[in-house]
């Protein structure tokens, strides 16, 4: 007879798992209708959160480059004010040096008229000494090496043939040096008569005093 075949044990497990098998489908084509919703809200809430982290962010940057720029502002104003002094203290101490250089040029120049000027006091005093020497020589005569009697004297004057002596002023000193070409030889025959004049040479002062100098032309008697 044919008919309605009854359920076996395997059957039954055949029933089971088909059943399981759709219900699986099912909640496979739920879960495939549902994650790309569930995934689009995500990812459009993250998008919609992402311009609040950019701007968040953005602050942030700007913030710490507003503190960058602040720094660098401090920075630039110190290293312009240390310029600045550096700079002012460079002058400062070029004019210093100037001011000391010229002081040192003003002491120097000063120095140097001192030395010139002390120079001249120097010569001053060695002419002035010169002078009071000469003064003095003038005004005490020295001795004279060869001394004449007033007979001797106005025989040498007349044998000469020398004029009288005038009141000026002579030229000639005791001691003297006068030059070859103004002297003359005592003549022999006056040596003779006067013995001390042989080898002595005479010069006729402006005043027609009569100088006689030893053979090395010094001055030793004046009559």
Not at 49 to 65: C, S, T
Not at 111 to 134: F, H, M, P, S, Y
Not at 135 to 162: C, F, G, H, K, Y
Request: glycine share 6%; no cysteine; hydrophobic share 45%.
């Amino acid at each position: 007879m044919t008919g309605a075949q009854p359920l076996t044990a395997r059957d039954g497990l055949g029933s089971g798992i088909h059943k399981d098998v759709v219900d699986y489908n099912i909640f496979s084509e739920t879960i495939d209708r549902l994650l790309p919703a569930a995934a689009l809200r995500r990812w459009a809430t993250h998008m919609a959160d992402f311009p609040n982290d950019v701007e968040a962010r953005i602050r942030q940057l700007l913030k710490l480059g507003v503190v960058v720029l602040g720094l660098l502002g401090t920075l630039l104003v110190l290293a312009f004010t240390l310029y600045k002094q550096t700079d002012n203290l460079k002058n400062s101490l070029l004019t210093q040096i100037g001011e000391v250089k010229k002081d040192t040029a003003d002491l120097e120049g000063a120095l140097k008229t001192i030395n010139e000027r002390l120079g001249r006091i120097e010569t001053d005093q060695r002419d002035t000494l010169a002078a009071i020497v000469r003064m003095e020589a003038r005004q005490v005569p020295p001795t004279p090496a060869l001394v004449l009697s007033r007979e001797n004297a106005e025989l040498v004057r007349t044998v000469l043939a020398i004029p009288p002596k005038t009141t000026e002023p002579g030229k000639i000193r005791i001691g003297d040096f006068i030059a070859p070409a103004i002297l003359r030889p005592v003549p022999d025959g006056l040596a003779d008569r006067i013995p001390s004049l042989r080898g002595l040479q005479y010069a006729v002062d402006v005043n027609y005093a009569i100088a006689l100098a030893d053979p090395a032309g010094k001055v030793v008697a004046i009559i």
